[in-house]
């Protein structure tokens, strides 16, 4: 079945500090991809999405996402946090029929 | 320009109600979906219309949920009997075509007791 995983459903990152919220796909072929953001109380936002070309994909906020065929991944980065990047996080990937799949979510806290 | 609208923000609703959550997209979009948002399955696409015509209904939500989409500015979804597990957040998004960029509204938050 076609899926989307993110498997930390809670990353705590100090403000400042690097990046890293985990994305696994499970599809036949190669989905678009998506990263949305939600922050409290609102609806989920667009940071950034992939369609097959450039595995790096450069999204708002300094966010950026790259996609790796071979680990079937698309890992969201950035580069410093800052304490408004305190939101839960989605992956998520369409096959081509106008579903889009989201993962569970990560909740991204921010310590000073 | 406005974003996606949905009212009400909360509601609170006993078991075997009727309630309808409305939501008004972007204007000029063409595509509107619902989802249902919860802790424990995530986001569940329950409706999908392109150009007002149903283009999915949800699948297994389809006996008690009903979305319609009576003028490109505004749907509606009905859930009828409300039961304590459709307890969660409802999000209503747009687009102009497909999933390629979706507009979310801030949802309804829907409490069944």
């Known amino acids: 079945a076609q899926s989307v995983t993110q498997p930390d459903a809670r990353v705590t990152v100090s403000e400042g500090a690097s990046l890293q919220l985990r994305c696994k796909y499970s599809y036949f072929g190669t989905p678009y991809l998506f990263w949305y953001v939600q922050y409290p109380r609102q609806g989920l936002q667009l940071l950034l999405k992939?369609?097959?070309?450039?595995?790096v994909v450069q999204g708002v906020n300094g966010f950026e996402a790259e996609f790796s065929k071979s680990n079937s991944s698309f890992h969201l980065r950035k580069a410093s946090v800052h304490w408004s990047d305190w939101a839960v996080y989605f992956c998520a990937a369409d096959s081509g029929y106008n579903k889009l799949t989201f993962g569970k979510g990560t909740v991204l806290l921010v310590s000073p | 320009d406005a974003g996606v609208t949905q009212t009400p923000r909360h509601e609170v609703a006993e078991k075997g109600q009727t309630i309808i959550l409305k939501c008004e997209p972007v204007s000029g979009h063409n595509d509107l979906f619902w989802y249902r948002q919860t802790k424990i399955q995530g986001l569940e696409l329950l409706s999908y219309?392109?150009?007002?015509?149903?283009?999915?209904d949800g699948g297994a939500f389809k006996d008690r949920f009903k979305a319609e989409m009576l003028n490109s500015s505004f749907s509606t979804l009905k859930i009828q009997p409300t039961e304590p597990k459709d307890s969660a957040v409802y999000l209503c998004?747009?687009?102009?075509?497909?999933?390629?960029?979706?507009?979310f509204g801030s949802g309804t938050r829907l409490t069944v007791l």
């Open positions: 992939y369609y097959p070309g450039d595995p």
């Open positions: 219309f392109r150009s007002k015509s149903l283009m999915e």
């Open positions: 998004a747009s687009s102009l075509t497909g999933v390629e960029t979706l507009y």
